[in-house]
């Protein structure tokens, strides 16, 4: 029985057929991309073209391919929405309070970044309507718990402002 049994084992590990009866949570990423440019500190909002909040504000971020490391995922999805490439991003923390995302239960792994003043211009793309800078102190209504994440990246980073800033 008991050989029977881890020869099965065995069978089901060459198969990859690792599969649990259990829901699991989805994992996505999201990026506070900041930058300092003239009048003060910005962050990087992108419009949602689709649903949930379609029309909302949100960071950019999306979900995790199979296949793929949580860094390349952020740059990836940086990339898609906004057309940012080579932003030095870096893990912030992990948010993963139920009810966060009305698609199901969604833990996402923040990354934060900042970009040179010169080098501010983006483009929406994938599945945003529109890139945008705002300033911290004027955001609008954000979707998902986004102002939250904001919110903590100010206050672990502390105030961006230009000779304060490390990339």
Request: glycine share 10%; hydrophobic share 45%.
């Given at each position: 029985m008991i050989f029977r049994d881890k020869?099965?084992?065995?069978?089901?590990?060459?198969?990859?057929?690792?599969?649990?009866?259990w829901p699991r949570p989805m994992v996505t990423v999201d990026m506070v991309?900041?930058?300092?440019?003239?009048?003060?500190?910005?962050?990087?909002?992108i419009e949602r073209r689709d649903e949930p909040y379609r029309g909302k504000w949100a960071?950019?971020?999306?979900?995790?391919?199979?296949?793929?490391e949580l860094q390349t995922?952020?740059?990836?999805?940086?990339?898609?929405?906004?057309?940012l490439g080579e932003v030095g991003l870096q893990q912030l923390h992990t948010f993963g309070t139920v009810g966060r995302d009305p698609r199901g239960r969604v833990i996402t792994v923040v990354y934060w970044g900042i970009v040179e003043a010169g080098?501010?211009?983006?483009?929406?793309?994938?599945d945003a309507a529109q890139a945008k800078w705002f300033e911290i102190?004027?955001?609008?209504?954000?979707?998902?718990?986004?102002?939250?994440?904001?919110?903590m990246a100010i206050e672990k980073l502390g105030t961006v402002k230009g000779a304060d800033c490390e990339k």
């Amino acid at each position: 029985m008991i050989f029977r049994d881890k020869l099965m084992e065995l069978s089901m590990a060459e198969k990859g057929e690792y599969v649990y009866q259990w829901p699991r949570p989805m994992v996505t990423v999201d990026m506070v991309v900041f930058a300092v440019a003239a009048g003060g500190s910005k962050v990087l909002l992108i419009e949602r073209r689709d649903e949930p909040y379609r029309g909302k504000w949100a960071l950019p971020g999306g979900f995790v391919e199979m296949d793929e490391e949580l860094q390349t995922a952020a740059a990836r999805e940086l990339a898609e929405e906004t057309g940012l490439g080579e932003v030095g991003l870096q893990q912030l923390h992990t948010f993963g309070t139920v009810g966060r995302d009305p698609r199901g239960r969604v833990i996402t792994v923040v990354y934060w970044g900042i970009v040179e003043a010169g080098k501010m211009d983006v483009t929406a793309g994938d599945d945003a309507a529109q890139a945008k800078w705002f300033e911290i102190d004027e955001l609008p209504q954000l979707a998902f718990d986004h102002d939250e994440v904001i919110k903590m990246a100010i206050e672990k980073l502390g105030t961006v402002k230009g000779a304060d800033c490390e990339k």
